[in-house]
């Protein structure tokens, strides 16, 4: 039964439906269809679009596959071009990854390079390295990385991922005071860099240097975006323990003004809280707990697991309730 996909877009949907039925037989149609069909329709933006759509259930091998027919259609797509570092590595050897499409790419002038040209070929070359034959290509990868990550901040000099990436490829080969000056210049520099500022406000959180956490992370947190690109339970955790450090540290005695900022932060960070962090949730009702009895402040928090929560929850029910009704 002859078949009609007029977009790369619907492609991809139809794809996704049929790996939901199993139907691998309607699966290989529609890829010999895309294969086949040079009319089908799609902007180089679709042809990314229909790749992501594909490697979120774990389709690299079709993803790629699109891809490539959208390069021979867009041949000077870097976001194209990027895609297929990104998604090749996870089913085509890397060597040739390196050759037909990094090579490609790198001869495109930057000015038309978009941030995923960046960063994934930045990401695709700190992964080649570590397979580098010799000393000399893994200077040479090294050396690429480094340029690349300058032109990075060059070309992009607002977009914090840039800092992010160089601080990851930092971390891989150990040079952590290397890594951790990225984070910081970012800070330093950019106005909105809330994966930079979280996650240099850990670093200065685990070495014990809470009263410099407190306005990184704060940065971290003022950010208002509309999907928050950081984990903004924990970045109010780890505010609200700094704050609670430095109240002890300074041996100062506790009272109303000066523990509410601490409880804010610990509410604050259970309203946030993921699904998966009720460790965290744990943990933040312990330490309230704690400070409520050694300061004599109430943080009038209601924990979910708490039965004093439960038992006040019951007894507002039971005093809105008509007299009648209560027994």
């Given at each position: 039964m002859a078949i009609y996909i007029p977009s790369i877009r619907i492609a991809a949907e139809l794809l996704v439906d049929s790996y939901q039925t199993n139907d691998y037989t309607r699966i290989k149609e529609i890829m010999d269809y895309v294969v086949n069909t040079p009319t089908i329709s799609g902007s180089a933006d679709e042809y990314h679009n229909a790749s992501v759509k594909l490697t979120r259930i774990d389709d690299y091998?079709?993803?790629?596959?699109?891809?490539?027919?959208?390069?021979?259609?867009?041949?000077?797509?870097?976001?194209?071009?990027?895609?297929?570092l990104l998604y090749g590595v996870k089913c085509r050897k890397i060597s040739s990854i390196s050759h037909f499409y990094y090579d490609n790419l790198a001869k495109i002038d930057k000015d038309f390079w978009t941030w995923r040209s960046f960063h994934f070929s930045i990401d695709f070359l700190m992964l080649y390295i570590q397979y580098a034959e010799t000393r000399e290509q893994r200077k040479a990868i090294d050396s690429e990385i480094v340029s690349l990550i300058t032109n990075y901040k060059k070309y992009k000099p607002r977009d914090e991922r840039a800092y992010m990436v160089e601080h990851d490829y930092y971390e891989l080969i150990h040079c952590e005071d290397k890594a951790i000056s990225a984070l910081k210049n970012a800070v330093e520099k950019l106005t909105v860099c809330p994966q930079c500022a979280l996650n240099y406000a850990d670093y200065l959180f685990e070495s014990g240097q809470y009263s410099a956490v407190i306005p990184i992370v704060e940065k971290a947190i003022n950010i208002r975006e509309d999907q928050p690109s950081i984990n903004l339970g924990y970045a109010y955790y780890i505010s609200a323990l700094s704050r609670e450090y430095v109240l002890r540290s300074d041996n100062t005695t506790f009272n109303y003004d000066n523990t509410k900022p601490v409880f804010d932060s610990y509410f604050s960070a259970l309203e946030y809280l993921d699904n998966d962090q009720s460790h965290l949730a744990k943990q933040i009702e312990k330490r309230v707990r704690i400070l409520e009895r050694e300061s004599g402040v109430e943080?009038?928090?209601?924990?979910?697991?708490?039965?004093?929560?439960?038992?006040?929850?019951?007894?507002?029910?039971?005093?809105?309730?008509p007299s009648s009704e209560r027994g």
């Open positions: 091998e079709n993803a790629v596959i699109i891809l490539e027919q959208g390069l021979k259609r867009f041949p000077r797509s870097t976001d194209i071009l990027a895609d297929l943080s009038k928090i209601e924990f979910k697991s708490s039965p004093n929560a439960s038992l006040s929850a019951l007894s507002n029910l039971l005093r809105n309730l």
